[in-house]
């Protein structure tokens, strides 16, 4: 089942991941890596700073980092098919979020792919997740926020959990796209579900 109501029983299940430049590329990258092993098709745009970040946080190349999904886009092709909401998805993740691309998002004055087609899955009343990476927040942040939440974002800042005792950062990156995946209603085995017990 997806959060959908309205998406066609039978119709591809894909996914758009966007990757702005803020810090917590980890988690857009674990997302592609859990959804290539699924049933659903991944459509990835990175902005420039996503790139840059890329190299900052991790070993990999941006060709590995394409390779792992289903289909890549240039941020600045404002033409491409995720930025027409025919095309069926079931929504856009945004991980990590950065708070400009948040504020582009939340105003509708976007500017790369990346934002466009989190508009357009907002226009079309699809699911957006906005993991967004940023602390301390200022008002201003908050009011971004806000707006965003206001024209049907959920804003979800990766805030690791502590209850299933995890064990390294892995354990609490994949309890966080796991609640992700939930959003959508994709079946995972990332995280530990709470019981009204201790783990």
């Not at 404002?78 to 095309?87: E, F, K, L």
């Not at 200022?138 to 974002?153: D, F, N, P, V």
Request: aromatic share 6%; net charge negative; glycine share 8%.
């Amino acid at each position: 089942m997806t959060p959908n109501p309205y998406y066609p029983p039978g119709a591809p299940k894909r996914l758009i991941v966007g990757i702005s430049g803020a810090t917590g590329i980890v988690y857009g990258i674990r997302l592609l890596e859990v959804l290539r092993d699924s049933d659903v098709e991944t459509h990835l745009v990175v902005s420039r700073p996503g790139l840059m970040t890329l190299n900052y946080e991790t070993d990999m190349t941006r060709d590995e980092l394409y390779a792992l999904a289903d289909h890549v886009y240039s941020p600045r092709d404002v033409g491409a098919a995720i930025s027409s909401g025919s095309m069926l998805t079931l929504g856009m993740v945004v991980a990590p979020c950065a708070v400009k691309s948040a504020a582009e998002i939340a105003s509708g004055a976007t500017q790369t792919l990346l934002t466009r087609a989190a508009d357009v899955t907002l226009k079309e009343r699809r699911r957006l997740v906005l993991m967004v990476r940023e602390s301390p927040l200022h008002t201003g942040h908050l009011r971004t926020l806000t707006e965003a939440s206001e024209i049907g974002a959920i804003v979800m800042p990766p805030m690791p959990a502590f209850y299933p005792k995890p064990e390294s950062i892995e354990d609490m990156v994949d309890h966080t796209i796991g609640r992700v995946l939930d959003l959508y209603g994709i079946e995972h085995s990332l995280s530990k579900r709470w019981t009204g017990k201790p783990a």
